[in-house]
């Protein structure tokens, strides 16, 4: 294959290309995509268009990544991809051709996912499903890195640390530990423990207007491990799943992983384009979205749109998942509530998570669903990891009855708010001309746009060179295109940080 890239400063080309080569496929230095996407998209293009016939045998992935002066695992990424999605055969490391037929689904469903560096690939034969998953999991892991508690300026989703309640945390985890440790150890209930999930219920009905009595609820370790299950409970391999488009990463890769096909739906002002999602795919069986505060473009969606996707699952007798990830942090104007209550017998799987109010390390979550699917999704729950832990869920139960978390929020609420106008009043006195930053009325990062052309990929490669970590806005797209911006976190960072997180990224922006 005869894989070529125009000349890079960086990475120079090499001059041989390897045998059985397709020929003339470009990598383009300039390109925002990321290379592995570039390879997959590449060598895809040559398969759909006839000139890397069925049967042909590819490179290896060494010597792919040597002729590209690539990392091995780029080319790995792209090819476990490729195979995951039907249009190579074999196996990695011992083979890997054209498959006979690629799924004509495949085709005309222009895959959404990014095929991504896959580190343990190296050398293995690893089945299908397990080069699918290892495929999915760099984009996961990026979005669900471990992040330090500061010095690292703009991190996006976290909390701020500084501020968690940890005395009343510690007391109460204390008192629970000296009266219940016995059954703290012993007790261990798949869909959570029964005193949280009243208090859960009590919050979302309250708060979200969620339609849900305690047996409907079930605790998990998190939004993501509540979309896993969902992917479990409800899907087949190959079916396709409406995701916005750009949209959150992490449950792309759970989706990829699953077997399931994301179909990428962009979004305007008003959310999730559902008559465009009906064109692309109206065999969907599920809607991942994000209503209340879309990630990563912020926007609410809109009544009508929200009527339009009930009324789309109803019909078609698809799921709509809800991930209502930030709603707790909106600062002007009335929250929508949840579109899980909007009718009663809604075809809406509900999720939300304490990783935003708290910490992303708690591990804790929740899932609302119809009681017809509780105990699939409680057995698949089982089956995951048993149930998520006792003295966490006990102490936030505590937590929750005896006021501290409503306390907590209002307290946050007021925090990120002041915070977000920090990083607006910084961005304007130092910014001006590299980045816009303007206010947003919920949330907990703002979205930064470049200049017109600006590549973002690029800008976050040199912010994060001056110690700024802040995700492109490309990163998160799959076909969508648009205007380059960084994401910018601002909750988790006292006034003073924010202050020299923009000073740095100042310096890294004026770089070109
Ligand atoms: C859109 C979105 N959904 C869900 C989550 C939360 O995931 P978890 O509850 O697994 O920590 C995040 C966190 O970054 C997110 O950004």
């Known amino acids: 294959m005869s894989l070529t890239r125009k000349t890079s400063a960086k990475r120079p080309r090499r001059t041989s290309p390897p045998a059985g080569a397709v020929a003339a496929v470009v990598l383009d230095p300039a390109s925002s995509a990321p290379l592995h996407r570039q ?121 701020a640390f500084d501020a968690f309640p940890a005395a009343a945390w510690g007391r109460l985890m204390s008192r629970r530990w000296d009266r219940s440790w016995q059954a703290l150890l012993t007790r261990c209930e798949p869909q959570g423990y029964a ?30 491990q509540a979309i896993s299950l969902a992917a479990e409970v409800l899907l087949d391999p190959g079916d396709p799943v409406w995701v916005e488009d750009p949209g959150y990463t992490a449950a792309r890769s759970a989706l990829i992983a699953a077997g399931a096909t994301p179909v990428p739906v962009p979004v305007d002002r008003e959310g999730l384009d559902v008559a465009t999602a009906v064109r692309r795919s109206r065999s969907a069986r599920l809607a991942v979205v994000t209503p209340a505060h879309q990630f990563p473009l912020g926007v609410t969606m809109s009544l009508e749109r929200r009527r339009a996707l009930l009324d789309w699952a109803r019909s078609s007798s698809g799921w709509v998942f809800e991930d209502d990830y930030d709603s707790e942090f909106r600062y002007a104007g009335r929250p929508l509530a949840a579109l899980q209550g909007l009718s009663p017998g809604a075809r809406v799987i509900y999720a939300g998570t304490f990783s935003k109010v708290l910490s992303p390390s708690l591990r804790l979550g929740y899932l609302v669903v119809p009681e017809g699917l509780v105990d699939a999704f409680v057995a698949a729950k089982a089956l995951a990891d048993v149930s998520s832990p006792s003295l966490e869920q006990a102490v936030l139960a505590d937590f929750m009855i005896e006021g501290h978390f409503a306390r907590h929020v209002r307290r946050m609420r007021v925090l990120y708010e002041r915070r977000q106008a920090a990083l607006v009043a910084a961005a304007e006195r130092e910014l001006s001309g590299l980045i816009e930053v303007g206010p947003a009325p919920a949330g907990m990062h703002l979205l930064g746009w470049l200049p017109t052309g600006r590549a973002d990929g690029a ?20 076909r969508s295109a648009g205007r380059g911006a960084l994401l910018l976190g601002y909750a988790a960072l006292p006034e003073d940080e924010i202050s020299e997180g923009v000073r740095r990224l100042k310096a890294a922006l004026r770089q070109r």
């Open 39 to 159: 390879v997959y998209e590449a060598v895809r293009g040559a398969i759909v268009a006839g000139r890397l016939r069925s049967g042909s045998k590819l490179p290896s992935t060494r010597a792919l990544a040597a002729h590209l002066s690539l990392s091995r695992n780029t080319v790995l990424g792209a090819y476990a991809q490729l195979l995951s999605e039907g249009y190579l055969r074999g196996r990695i490391g011992s083979g890997t051709y054209v498959a006979d037929a690629p799924p004509e689904r495949v085709l005309l469903a222009r895959p959404s996912s990014e095929p991504q560096p896959a580190p343990s690939l190296d050398g293995a034969s690893l089945s299908r499903r397990g080069a699918l998953v290892a495929g999915a999991a760099s984009p996961f892991l990026r979005a669900t890195a471990p992040r330090g508690p500061s010095g690292w300026a703009f991190q996006v989703g976290v909390p």
């Open 195 to 224: 005193p949280l999930r009243r208090a859960i219920t009590d919050y979302l009905v309250t708060a979200r207007g969620v339609r849900c009595t305690p047996d409907e609820v079930i605790v998990v370790s998190g939004a993501q």
């Open 459 to 478: 800008a976050a490669e040199r912010a994060a060179a001056s110690g700024v970590r802040c995700v492109a806005l490309s990163e998160l797209r799959a």
